[in-house]
């Protein structure tokens, strides 16, 4: 998810401290279906070599012979695939529809890549692009900060939603003050806080790329922490528990003055009903809410 790009960028520095000559390809404009999100990058060298994907079909290669002519004379191109229904398996659409991609040389690289890679994680980056794709109009990419779940409560669900988050680049703190659960051999390479939730919140920084989930089934843990989210930027917030258990902590939270605008920002009974009672069938779900609020932001070319 939110770190394919760090990948690509360090990449794009790693070829670059080599001495290798690069162009990149960018999706800007998609319609209909395409395999690749707008954003999407695909890095190509002089010698073919290459990271990423922009389609994951014919297009990559068309889009491939492009950088070359890009690498060799230093201009980019816009290139356009409109493409019917009935013409989309040649050029990698499966569904037809219409995808932009812009080829441009890679320059700047070291300045850019400080940019991306060096300053605050927490911060949002853009970088405009130096080709039209329009009439007066260019693509500005917004690099989204790192994607981090702060977990509350080491429990058997946590378990299974740490190592599943992994697998999609997401970074992930496990907050519970009882060390006899939080602990390197239930969680093995997990990063800890040991504070109170309210503390520890305070203490990694929340932004509009954390997504927080409280799974303690306590409320002297969960309450806490909720109470700092749903004031928070946080895009995700989620709490375990049955539609009974959530009645008695939204009647806890007015009490404590909370709105129910505030309140209503929390996901409970955490995740997608998928009728799951093993504890990695929930963390699936939870996470599939998660992405699924997470992919409603598109990302769009600014002019």
Known sequence: MST????????????????????????????????????SHLVIDADGHMEGSVSGGCVDGVVVTSAHDCINTGKGELLK??????????????????????????TDIKAKAALLLDSDPNDRKELRSEIEIGDGEFFTHVYKPALKMIVVGAVH??????????????????????????SEERFPGTKFLTDWPDEALETIGINSSTAIVTLSHDPKL??????????????????????????????RLKD?????????????????????????????????ELVAIRRAENIRGIA
Request: some cysteine; proline content about 5%.
């Open 4 to 39: 394919d790009w760090r990948h690509i960028w360090q990449t794009i520095r790693d070829w670059d401290g080599e001495g290798r000559k690069m162009a990149m390809a960018t999706v800007v404009k998609t319609w209909g279906s395409s395999p690749r999100p707008v954003g």
């Open 81 to 106: 695939f409109e493409v019917a229904t009935d013409q989309a398996w040649e050029v990698g659409l499966s569904c037809g529809g219409e995808v932009h991609i812009l080829v441009e040389p890679l």
């Open 157 to 182: 669900i946590s378990q299974s939603l740490v190592s599943m988050a992994r697998t999609l680049d997401i970074d992930v703190t496990l907050v519970d003050p009882r060390t006899a659960y939080a």
């Open 222 to 251: 969960d309450d806490p922490a909720l109470e700092i989210a749903i004031r928070s930027k946080a895009f995700y917030i989620a709490a375990l528990g049955s539609r009974k258990t959530h009645a008695d902590r939204v009647g």
């Open 256 to 288: 404590k003055g909370f709105t129910d605008a505030e309140i209503a920002r929390i996901h409970g009974p955490a995740g997608i009903d998928i009728g799951g009672l093993e504890p990695a069938e929930i963390a699936l779900s939870i996470l599939a």
